[in-house]
């Protein structure tokens, strides 16, 4: 099916450990999105990236990179993982900036860091 | 700064009811609003999507509304059903921004 594809699902790091999370969308989207969601904050956003080659931070950018791979591709990398960091992440993907037909987001991939 | 706020924060209803979820935004300046369901522990799914210009949209059993100059959008859900039961988050995009901003959702349980 159509769509974004986040993994892994889960993952638990160790405080001071690295990861970096995968996302692919076969929707030919200009613009991919991370966006982070805790309870009692909602979803923010952490980086996003208009189209291939550019990046941009979002809300809370902090402890995070990021790399548009290529158009289909948006990776998030956690360089030294906090417990500060646990929390459910999600990608979501749109054209043209989300004018048309909003945004897609994956599944999401819940990390914990103990 | 936009705010978006959602009320009920829950709401527990009969099967077959009709019922409305509200969507408040602070700065009108908007580009549209996206209509969005979860699941407990899964991602987020599409409903409807309104443009700025546009009053409403229709999917199904679903109705949104937008008054842009009042701040506000609903979301109509008729002859409610146990599998409507799930958190439903409205957004906004902003004219000058990429990023949606989300409200904190509105859980609904739809017994039987």
């Known amino acids: 099916n159509a769509g974004v594809t986040q993994t892994p699902k889960f993952q638990v790091l160790k405080t001071g450990q690295s990861m970096t999370l995968q996302c692919a969308q076969d929707m030919n989207h200009n613009s991919m999105y991370w966006y982070r969601q805790d309870p009692g904050m909602g979803l923010r956003l952490i980086y996003y990236?208009?189209?291939?080659?550019?990046?941009d931070k979002g809300e809370v950018p902090n402890g995070y990179n990021v790399s548009r791979l290529n158009k289909r591709e948006f990776s998030l990398r956690l360089e030294s993982a906090a417990p500060s960091q646990t929390s459910v992440y999600f990608c979501?993907?749109?054209?043209?900036?989300?004018?048309?037909?909003?945004?897609?987001f994956g599944s999401g991939t819940r990390l914990t860091v103990v | 700064k936009q705010e978006v706020t959602q009320i009920p924060a829950a709401l527990s209803v009969p099967e077959g009811e009709n019922l409305v979820l509200n969507c408040s935004f602070t700065d009108s300046a908007i580009y549209n609003l996206q209509w969005f369901r979860q699941d407990p522990g899964k991602g987020l799914t599409s409903l409807l999507l309104i443009q700025s210009s546009q009053r409403e949209q229709t999917s199904g059993r679903l109705n949104a509304s937008l008054d842009k100059s009042s701040g506000r959008s609903t979301l109509y859900i008729a002859a409610s059903q146990p599998g409507d039961s799930a958190t439903y988050l409205c957004a906004v995009r902003m004219d000058s921004s990429y990023k949606l901003i989300f409200g904190s959702g509105t859980r609904l349980l739809v017994r039987p």
């Open positions: 979501a993907s749109s054209d043209s900036q989300g004018f048309l037909f909003g945004y897609t």
């Open positions: 990236s208009a189209s291939e080659g550019t990046t």
